[in-house]
């Protein structure tokens, strides 16, 4: 067995390699062709559709920028894209915030950590279903049971889902409900930080809160960094819960028409698919731009160690 | 000494355990409520918000269960379909992609790389029209298929990366010592590697099926026929149909839909955890 590479040691390697190659594109085969027919192809195919008006019934016609042209002027949009970057920029800081300090909370030598994992981990899992949409829809309707423990202290409550100031807030709390997915990653995350860090801080008269800011923090910037970028992502996508809630509209009053409600709307209730592409476009160029400007952000807080 | 120090040491970690135990209870309190309220008649769940049930009942499940055009058990089946054939299709077409990219050097390895963290990145959101439009010229729609095909080409990069973080923690020296055996890729993979990699096969499976049991917009806009229903598509129609009056029943239905998924957290809790902290690391 060592002979056969001891006799040929220059070529052996090279035919090695080129049959390596050929190996590899074949282990690659089902992913390159899923990148080339249900993404790559999918984004140009939608990029030619955005200046088409189509409705699947007759072949797309060239409309050219018109899409563009009518969503300047879309006010429906408009309260979409607010109700959205105000969804993202309120849920992601509040769940990210939970979940580093219950990681923290529990990192530091609490017992039965598991246990409590597990119990916090748990609706991270759940909250996407249309189950928990149901729930949250009795859980904050008027005679819901948040409403029935406020009664107890004599607060009479509105229905939070059908109040449009209210609405899109309850959707805040069930996305910071989940905070337990980057918590497990934060816990994770602190599990690297070496004792000694903060043996050697203590020794030096540093308490708490200052060895918190000094080292905990600094040194977990790429966890926070990397749950940022996956959460904001993730954010943008939502749609179950909002859509449950609102009865498929997005109201009361467009409160919580999430932009990709508005696309399923325009692409999946009126079958205007060409304007549908063009809203796909932009929600790919806002997302792309944000994901962008996090890196570029980056480099001023995250510490990369040495 | 100890005694001073143990004392404020001893009422702080019972401090925080009680508000690590209040906070749990808050957080789990809609759903003990949702099952409490599940097995109470409906017109209590508007008055009663304890989740000690009082007179309980399984009225809800038994007229839930077939409260729709179909029975539940029609729904439960075409879901788990899907997610059974979904689990196969990531396990297969993701493994692959994972060994290629965690073992082997070919030329474009960096650029597909890249490529496959990019569409990490992509929301589902930009591809679902144009992937519509094909699935409907193919005749697909109305049918499991675009739910269940594209899985079987590695579309879920998630589990691509995840998979090759876990073989690249796997010594190299395996591979090697079978290489020089007269192994080629294909028996590394398929004897050495795979067998291996089982807590992150394990990992992406509960995931998968985690995902596809919730997903709910693919299975809106495909499944239109009744027949093809899933759990989310079906607990919809009954949320909207029954304008929210039945709320015993929607419940039981619903508790019935989540049961799959906590059923799998409690026996997979460890994978499900550890796989989720390996993705945030090199």
Redesign the interface.
Known sequence: MIGRTGTRPVRAPVSWRRRGDRAAYLFLAPWLLGMAVFTLGPILASLYLSFTEYSLVAPPEWLGLENYREMLDDSRLRSALVVTFTYVFVSVPVQLTLALALAVALNSGVRGLRFYRSVYYLPSLLAGSVSIAILWRQVFGGQGLVNQLLDRFGIQGTSWIGHPDYALGTLVVLNAWTFGAPMVIFLAGLRQIPAMYHEAAAVDGAGRVARFFRITLPLLTPIIFFNLVLQVIDAFQSFTQAFVISGGTGGPADSTLLYTLYLYERGFGSFDMGYAAALAWFLLVVIAALTAANFLLAKRWVFYGD | MTDLTAAPGRSR?VF??A??IA??VV??Y??L??VASSVKPTET?????SIWPSGSTVDNYVAGWTALNSPFHLYLWNSAVIAVAAIAGNL???S??A??FAR????G?RV?FA??LA?L??????????????F?QLGWVNTALPLIV?K????DAFF?FLMVQFIRSLPRELDEAAR???C???RI?WRIIMPLSVPALVTSALFTF??T?????SQL?YLADPRLHT???A??TF??GQG?TQ?GQ??AM??V??AP??GF?LAG?RY??QG??????K
């Not at chain 2, 049991?213 to 917009?217: L, P």
Request: aromatic share 20%; hydrophobic share 60%; glycine share 8%.
């Open positions: 970690r925080k355990h508000v690590l906070f749990g957080m789990l809609p759903l409520w949702m769940i508007f008055r009663d918000p297969l077409s993701c692959l992609a060994y290629a082997m050097r070919f030329p390895r597909f490529a496959m569409t990145m992509l929301p589902l959101h930009v591809l679902i029209v144009p992937q519509y439009v094909l409907s594209p079987f080409f590695a579309v691509i020089i055996d007269g080629g890729h294909g993979y985690i995902w049991w919730n997903d709910f917009f806009i759990v989310p598509v607990l919809r949320v909207d929210g709320w929607l419940f619903s508790i839909g989540l998924v906590f957290f809790q499900l955890t989720l902290a390996t993705t945030g690391f």
